[in-house]
């Protein structure tokens, strides 16, 4: 069985958030008051160096100009020397989007690394810091998908509320545990059960260049399984907040339940 040790990623924190939260930095001014900061911690000299070296990066990026730093510097960096295209770099966060930069996510091979919890987490305020305008270019899961962007999932532990069964449920309803609001939050960007799925499993194994040996259950790949209580295909989506995980197998080992 090949290695499950690896290391080719590094993270390198931008931090550019929604304004009004900590680390931010907005086009066009935001609201007065909530334009943000830009973290001093970001050296593109350096970053440009591990692309050289084969390293896959991962920019923390949340607002808007932070999201188009990232992929221009991904852009006038990732061609002229061996192994720098292909190596699948992604975005952490990448919550708020200009529209003309969602394609830019597909045209460049980057994976936008998004966490479906923040979008009801944020939808109380969301709006008002960013205005109507920018909105549509937040949380924009169905838009980058339907531009041809990739997508994964987490939990952005230790941040928000871990449970895989929380992510689901943001995923699919865009609503927050009471359920509210009615009908989800911006309900177009809303993914399927199977996309939300996919993007914890087969979405991520590909983002770790792992799509050949886990992600899904076949002959000659790992005995990666996790058994839940509740089908998330089957069951209501409100069910999914109750589901727990009653077992995880890891390479063929139990490693909880039984």
């Known amino acids: 069985m090949a290695s499950r040790k690896r290391l080719h990623a590094i993270l390198w924190l931008l931090l550019l958030a929604i ?24 050296h593109p000299e350096s970053l440009a160096k591990m692309l050289k070296a084969g ?15 990232a992929m221009d510097f991904i852009q006038q960096n990732s061609g002229g020397f061996p192994g720098s295209l292909g190596l699948r770099e992604r975005i952490e966060h990448a919550q708020v989007l200009a529209p003309e930069d969602i394609p830019r996510l597909s045209r460049l091979g980057i994976i936008a690394s998004m966490q479906p919890s923040h979008a009801v987490e944020d939808m109380p305020w969301a709006e008002a810091r960013v205005g109507r305008d920018r909105i549509g270019g937040a949380y924009a899961w ?37 359920g509210k609001p009615e009908g989800g939050w911006r309900p177009d960007q809303r993914v399927t059960v199977e996309e939300a799925l996919r993007g914890f499993t087969t979405w991520a194994a590909y983002t770790a260049f792992r ?16 058994i839940l209580s509740v089908d998330p295909f089957t069951a209501a989506p409100s069910a999914l907040l109750g589901g727990r995980v009653q077992t995880t197998i890891v390479g063929g080992r139990v490693v909880h339940g039984g």
């Open 211 to 226: 799509e050949n040996i886990t992600g899904t259950l076949a002959p000659g790949r790992w005995a990666d399984v996790t």
């Open 19 to 42: 304004p009004g939260t900590v680390h931010a930095q907005t086009f066009r001014g935001g609201i007065a008051g909530h334009r943000g900061q830009r973290d001093a911690t970001f």
């Open 142 to 178: 169905r838009t980058i998908r339907q531009a041809g962007g990739r997508l994964v999932f987490s939990s952005d532990l230790p941040g928000t509320d871990y449970s895989v069964f929380y992510g689901l449920h943001s995923a699919v309803t865009r609503q927050d545990k009471a």
């Open 55 to 69: 390293f896959q990066l991962s920019i923390h990026a949340i607002g808007d100009a932070a999201n188009r730093e």
